[in-house]
Structures are given as C-alpha cells and as structure tokens.
C-alpha cells in the first residue's frame, strides 16, 4: 500500500494511503478553498497557495477539479470542519493562517472562518 507525509504538531508522519486519508487530504484542500474564496476574488498568490497545497498531496488534476467544482463563496466550513480527522486541525489552522495571509491582507471573512476554526 502506498505511504504518504503528512504534517502534525510533531513532525512528518507516515501514513498509509487509504481513502481515509485521501478523503481528509481532500476535506483539508475544500476548507482553504472556501477560506480562500470568502472575499469573491483569488488573487495570483491565494491561487499559488492552493495550488502548492494540492501538489503537496500529490492530486491529480481530477482530484483538483473536484476541489474547486465542491466550494462556493459564502459557503460555512462546519461541515468540513466535522468530518475532518481531529489529528489533522493544528495543521490546517497553520495551513489557513498562511493561505489567508497569502494576499497581505486578512479580511473579514477569512478571519471569521479562522475564528469558527479555533473553537
């Protein structure tokens, strides 16, 4: 079975890759996504985030495809959030801290999902 990397609080860890995992790599890249789009524009960075996040876990071009056809803007991360392995939430609160920075710029929006993020 193939492995993957994934980030945690203490490092890289190795992690077969089940669907599990590719189902929480693909739960983690909607809820930046969502972050990313809350203002109605992606600019030039906000989209390289996204896109270096994606290759970090090797998707294909379906695989980010379907990221994008799955958010819309105004959309809430609760669900998402929900769904989302527990293990996996310190990384994607550095992940959503850094995508919302990526523009210069945090927005009203963006920080609210950051906030709904840290409860």
């Known amino acids: 079975m193939p492995t993957r990397a994934i980030r945690s609080q203490g490092g890289l860890l190795w992690r077969p890759m089940t669907s599990e995992v ?13 972050l990313l789009i809350s203002d109605a524009q992606v600019t030039d960075s906000e989209q390289r985030f996204l896109d270096r996040l994606m290759k970090r876990f090797d998707f294909t071009a379906e695989d980010r495809q379907a990221v994008f056809n799955s958010v819309n803007i105004g959309e809430s991360v ?8 527990p293990e996996r ?8 801290e850094a ?17 709904r993020t840290y409860q």
């Open 89 to 96: 939430r310190p990384e994607l609160l550095a992940e959503l």
């Open 22 to 34: 590719a189902d929480d790599n693909r739960l983690f890249c909607e809820i930046v996504a969502v």
């Open 99 to 115: 995508a919302a920075a990526a523009d210069g710029d945090i927005g009203r929006t963006e920080q609210e999902i950051l906030d």
């Open 78 to 85: 609760e669900g998402r959030l929900r769904q989302l392995s």
